[in-house]
């Protein structure tokens, strides 16, 4: 490393850095605040963000794993469905987030209004999309079919989107909870949302479990009906018993499958835009942009003399 110091390219090079900083300081000077006086402009323009967590866990009734040979017998002939929510595992929970059923919950409840109000057409009562692209327009004359086909229609497959881009996860494999996140001007609403989002993923699962539950009970007492051992008859009766309970636990008014370890916290600052890092790299380049013209044109004039 001492040595590139010796080099006389690179002490060549160095003075010739000096001279140009030491002949145009003023220009020098003037470029870099003025490089300051924009980044800080441009900053105005931003948005500040703020991060929106709620911290969750999976529900212990519905991580619980049946022990019992019986109940693993029953459950490999009914096709029992668990989903694998313990052991900080939550991401099949979060699939369901993101699925339809979940987007229709919250169209239901009236996000729909919230996100499409500008796109709802009042002749048609609907919410549809805006015109066709000039770009749509040709690909339909180029093909020859009629563009007016296609699905214009708004409807929860496109809330479907905006949960995921908007409500981010972090689900840490070796902890018991995870993280719901929303970055955000309104932390009030994102609060809301994230609450909303968790509550109808879960909701849709309860449904889709009284649901099963019910075709369940339908295949049990069908079986009742033609068994006459008593063993087994008693096997099916327990098994009854507890697609009744899954139905009591997935009927409440409480959570099934996750649990609001921590509601929506706010963060005490802004998480962007990052405004030192912002003015840093406009000063900076304020100041290299001069500096390395005015080296290229002296080092320049310098090989052609």
């Not at 991060?51 to 022990?67: F, G, R």
């Not at 469905?81 to 919250?106: C, H, W």
């Amino acid at each position: 490393m001492i040595s590139n110091f010796k080099n006389p390219t690179f002490i060549k090079g160095f003075k010739l850095f000096l001279s140009v900083f030491s002949e145009s300081y003023r220009v020098i000077a003037l470029s870099t605040f003025t490089g300051l006086i924009i980044g800080f402009l441009y900053s105005t323009t931003l948005t500040p963000l703020f991060s929106v967590t709620v911290v969750i866990a999976p529900n212990d009734m519905t991580s619980s794993q049946e022990s019992s040979s019986t109940s693993d017998v029953i459950g490999a002939l009914l096709g029992s469905r668990k989903y694998n929510f313990e052991g900080g595992k939550l991401d099949s929970f979060v699939q369901v987030m993101y699925s339809y059923p979940t987007a229709k919950i919250l169209w239901d409840q009236g996000y729909d209004k919230i996100f499409f109000a500008s796109s709802f057409n009042e002749d048609e009562g609907k919410y549809l999309m805006g015109e066709f692209s000039f770009s749509e327009k040709v690909n339909a004359w180029i093909l020859g079919y009629d563009v007016n086909a296609a699905n214009r229609e708004i409807g929860p497959s496109n809330l479907r989107p905006i949960i995921r881009d908007n409500l981010t996860t972090k689900l840490p494999r070796t902890l018991d909870s995870g993280r719901v996140i929303m970055q955000t001007t309104d932390p009030a609403f994102a609060g809301k949302f994230i609450m909303d989002a968790l509550l109808a993923a879960d909701q849709s699962l309860k449904e889709e479990k009284v649901s099963y539950a019910n075709s369940q009970i339908d295949f049990l007492n069908n079986k009742l009906l033609t068994v006459t051992d008593i063993d087994i008859r008693n096997v099916l009766n327990d098994s009854l018993k507890m697609q009744y309970m899954e139905i009591a636990f997935a009927s409440s008014d409480l959570p099934y499958a996750i649990k609001i370890v921590e509601p929506p916290v706010t963060s005490s600052s802004i998480v962007s835009p990052n405004l030192e890092f912002i003015y840093n790299l406009f000063t900076l380049l304020g100041f290299l942009f001069p500096v390395g013209i005015l080296f290229v044109r002296k080092l320049f004039n310098q090989n052609s003399s």
